[in-house]
């Protein structure tokens, strides 16, 4: 029976780490690290995603500036408030919670903000430093798949990965990562053909599609590590469920380890916006840049403090 890797705890690791890296400012002059989301309109799912993600930067110790337009407001409205923020020195990350209404074009906004502030990693600028493997600022979702992969199998050398899905924020920048760490990568897609066959040769498997448990057991190396990016709601006797694209039961008994839905892969992607808004604080700030890896090596406690390591 596969290992579960249980992405709650890594995230709590990984809040952990960061929590204790902003405490180590107290010794330092200047703004704290801050946050800011932008919600425009009332979708109900996007308005509980953006206060989980501002009660999380509060409570690692950063500021939440939050913004909630009117689903009316104008393009060019959304681009001042944007420009504001670029221009606001307490301000480090920007956050612009998607889907955008549709009279407003998600490109033009992504391309307004600050590059630098960019902590969704989807600005142009960041899309083009990740591709051609310079330091940038790495969308959210795959930087934690990445992170649970390093705590899992330690080197990723060598390994073959497959990536279903080539989405611009997750399945195109999840296959970056793992050839940036040595893997051999084959992305599939809705045109890929014999992917049963495909995936059968993956050391690991990401799965980032959207449809409910359509990898099934038939479809995994024996000892394989499958990571299952996405998120269905279905109904199973008469109650709404959550659930992934990889039928967990059956391919939990072949895999070697697996990400569950829930608790698996959506949890790092939040505490990756938290470890991004302090990567980009560290950078505006010439502080060391944050350890991706150093926080799965413990819990949390006793962490090495960049901070204090420079006070002493
Ligand atoms: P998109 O819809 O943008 O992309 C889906 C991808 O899956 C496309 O590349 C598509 O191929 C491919 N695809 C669809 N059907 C098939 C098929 N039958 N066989 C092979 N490939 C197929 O989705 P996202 O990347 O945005 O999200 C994917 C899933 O991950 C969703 O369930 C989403 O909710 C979840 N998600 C979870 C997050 C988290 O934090 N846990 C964060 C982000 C997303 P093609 O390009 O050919 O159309």
New binding site residues.
Partial sequence: MAKVIDGKTFARRLRNYITAQIAGLKEYQGEPPGLATVLVGSDPASEVYVRNKAKQTVDAGMVSFQYSLDAGTSEAELLQLIAELNADPRVHGILLQLPLPLHISTERVINAIEPAKDVDGFHISNVGLLGSGQKALVP??PL?CMMMLRGQLGSLKGMHAVV????????KPMAQLLLADDCTVTI?????LD?PNLCRQADILV?????AE?VKSDWIKPGATVID????RVEREGTARLV??VDFKTVAVVADAITP?PG???P???ACLLFNTWTAFCRRNGLPEPDENAFSLVDGIGVLNEFQRQAN
Avoid: E, F
């Fill in positions: 959210c979702t934690g279903i899905g080539r989405s611009n924020i997750v399945g599939a897609h809705r045109h890929t992917l799965v980032a599609v959207g449809r359509m990016v996405g998120i269905n992934g694209d839905v698996g892969v959506g790092m992607t939040i």
